[in-house]
C-alpha cells in the first residue's frame, strides 16, 4: 500500500491500481452455508455503487453521522468503505436517534425506525438478494444500489483529518483509522499477499480491523466468517487449507 494513503478510501484505491483481481473479501455464513468471494475490483465496484446512493439519493454530506446497525458481513464492509469515500462519519452500533441516516439488518428494523433521516435496510441474503417486500419506512438496498453508477466521485474533497469511524466509545479520524490498521497488520503479522482468518463480530475496533483495515492496510485479504462457533474444529482446519489462509485472528 501507498505510503501517501490517509483514508480507509485511498486503502482502497490503491488496492485496486496494484491488483484489481486478486481476493479481497471471502466471506462464510456458517450458519447459512453462504460463500461469497469478491475482488477488489469487485468490492471496489460495490463501493462505488453504495458511495453514489449514499451521495446521491441519500443526499448525505461530509461530517454527517451514520448509525450502522450491521452484523461482521461483506456488505457491512462495502458500507464501511462508501462512507469513507464520502467523508460520512459511521458509528457503528451507533444511536438512530442521533444518527443523519441509518443502515441497518433485518434484526435491528425496529431499533432504526428512531432515526428520522434516511433508512437504508439490507436482507443480508445470500448473493445480496432483496426483502421479499420492503420493510415499511426504509429503502431496500438491494433494490437500490444495483441502478447506481460504477465510478463515484466525492462532491467535496475527504479530510483525512476529519471524524470518519466511532466504535466502542473511541472516535478516529480517517488518518488515525489508517495508522492504527497498519499498527494492527504489523503486530499480526500481515504482508502482502497475507490471508486473514477471522471470526470476530464487528462490533469493536478489534473486530473491524481484523475483519476489514488491516488486511486492507497490508495489500492482504480477509476470511470472514460469520457464526463461525457452528463450524468443528476438523470444519475450521479445512477451511483454512482451502482458503490458503496465512493469519488467524479467530
Known sequence: MNSSDRTPADLLRSALSADPARPLVTFYDDATGE??????????????????????????EPGDRLALLLPAHWQSAVWLLACSSVGVVVDVQGDPAAADLVVTGPDTLERARA??????????????????????????????????GDRFAPFAPVDADA???????????????????REDAGALGL??????LTGRTYDTWEGLSTGLFAPLA????????????????????????SERVTNTAV
Do not use: M
Open 115 to 148: 432515526c428520522r433521516g434516511e433508512r437504508v435496510a439490507l436482507a443480508l441474503r445470500p448473493l445480496g438478494g432483496r426483502f421479499p417486500q420492503a420493510p415499511e419506512g426504509f429503502a431496500d438496498y438491494a433494490v437500490e444500489v444495483p441502478s447506481q
Open 218 to 241: 497490508a495489500g492482504g485479504s480477509v476470511v470472514l466468517c460469520r457464526h463461525i462457533a457452528q463450524l468443528d474444529a476438523d470444519g475450521l482446519a479445512k477451511r483454512v487449507e
Open 35 to 60: 460463500r461469497v468471494e469478491l475482488s477488489v475490483a469487485t468490492f471496489a465496484n460495490w463501493v462505488a455503487k453504495t458511495a453514489n446512493l449514499l451521495q446521491g439519493d441519500l443526499a448525505a
Open 191 to 196: 504482508v502482502p499477499g497475507s490471508r486473514l
Open 163 to 181: 471524524p470518519a469511524l466511532a466504535v466502542g466509545g473511541a472516535e478516529l479520524t480517517g488518518a488515525q483509522l489508517v495508522a492504527r490498521a
